[in-house]
């Protein structure tokens, strides 16, 4: 009776009772703060477990209606007694002699017991040691393994990074992957994939050395769901999720700069801006919170401190066309174009990588000579030589595209008629009609 008292329930054959019982027993256990009551905690635990099995062979032995044995041994002979005794003492033998549960049934318990202790399934070290089972090693039960990963996963997903990516190299997902795709839920594998690949990732390491004293599996739900919710562009059912998950544990950075980029889509600024706060307060080196942080200031023409935020980037290495079109316009609102040109300088093979709009947009302003001197511009020479050879590439297309049907039909009227000379005099003034035409349109588009 000692360890159902530990666990704080009567005597069960219900394992989900203990393994619930466990739950909230860990919560005030911490292994960290009390690894006595921590051990006698598993130690209760095992025990209840094995014991709910012994229960329920019992009741299943005794589970006998004894007003129907007393009819039926009122007629019988003592040898027919000791018959009946005799096959007794067989079964219970029989009982005794339990043939071994399947392999891959004691593997996944084993891997239900390790997600069940929050503490023990964010450690990828405990997860390396499981996968060093001999079921692991068995290529008898590849497919088998894998059908049943996926079958646990499905109710067993709230993982770090780190873990996945060791389920990864022991089940070969994305080997499997186009297999997974076609024999499973496309919604379900591409979930698995991102986990891998760390798109969707999630941190764990704000839950290390805390005290959870909460349903930690229906926050983690909550965290996930408002997750996917942005996702799907849906920011309104996304902030209920996050405000109820906030209100549970405040201290998680992943939630709180998802609230912010929530309540940016909303367009409540200064709850984002709280949060963001939040969120460096928790982890200043949180690079995408400093960013979306510039971006507002810079959008409220907060200049100067869009300007910091991205010179605090810059120092931690961090650089990227965002940070860049953020520091240049802002640098430009305060009439430092030659900072611009000079951060441009030191970048130029950075921003030649792919096409950025903002930050293309960021130097065609900077290259208009009608808003900004081009003494800052270190290519404008060159710029200028090659603006001009395009132009009269340009000017020759548009001239030959605009005369073109009139020399043709002088020509066929010349040498048909056999016009006399005097009549080429017309020519030059064609082609200068032409050329006004010509500058015309190309004054319209280049303006």
Known sequence: ???????????????????????????????EEDPEGYQLLREAYEWAKERARELKDEEAYCDIDESE????????????????????????????????????????????????????????????????????????????????????????????????????????????????????DEDEIAFIIGQIQGTAELGYACFQGKRLDFDIEHYLTLRQDAQTLLIEDNPVAARDDLAEASAIFKEDPDLQLMRAKCYIRLGQKLEAMSCLQHVLELKPDEHEARLLLAHIFYEERRFDEALRECEFLQQQEVLNQDILSIYGNAQIELGAVEKVWKQYTQTKLLWQEFYHFRYNLLLLRLRNKHLFSQEHN??????????????????????????????????????????????????????????????????????
């Open 1 to 31: 009776m000692k360890y159902w008292a530990v666990l704080g329930i009567d005597p069960t054959t219900d394992e989900f009772v203990i393994k619930k019982a466990y739950a909230k027993q860990l919560q005030v256990h911490h292994p």
């Open 69 to 184: 044995w007393t009819e039926k041994t009122n007629d019988i002979t003592y040898e027919e007694i000791a018959v009946m005794q005799q096959t007794s003492w067989e079964a219970d033998l029989s009982v005794e002699a339990e043939p071994e549960r399947h392999p891959a049934q004691m593997f996944f318990e084993r891997m239900e017991e390790l997600y069940d202790d929050f503490l023990r399934r964010i450690d990828p070290e405990e997860w390396n040691t499981l996968m060093t089972n001999d079921y692991m090693w068995n290529m008898e039960y590849q497919r088998e393994r894998l059908n049943g990963l996926l079958h646990f996963l499905e109710d067993h997903r709230h993982l770090p990074r780190a873990v996945w990516e060791i389920l990864d190299q022991s089940f070969q997902l994305l080997e499997e992957k186009e297999f997974l795709l076609e024999a499973y």
């Open 378 to 447: 270190p290519h404008y020479a060159e710029l200028k030589k090659a603006i001009r050879k395009n132009n009269r590439w340009v000017y020759g297309i548009i001239w030959f595209r605009l005369s073109w049907l009139y020399l043709l039909l002088f020509g066929l009227a010349y040498f048909i008629f056999r016009l006399p000379p005097v009549v080429l005099v017309l020519l030059p003034i064609i082609l200068c009609g032409c050329a006004w035409k010509t500058l015309r349109t190309a004054r319209m588009f280049f303006s």
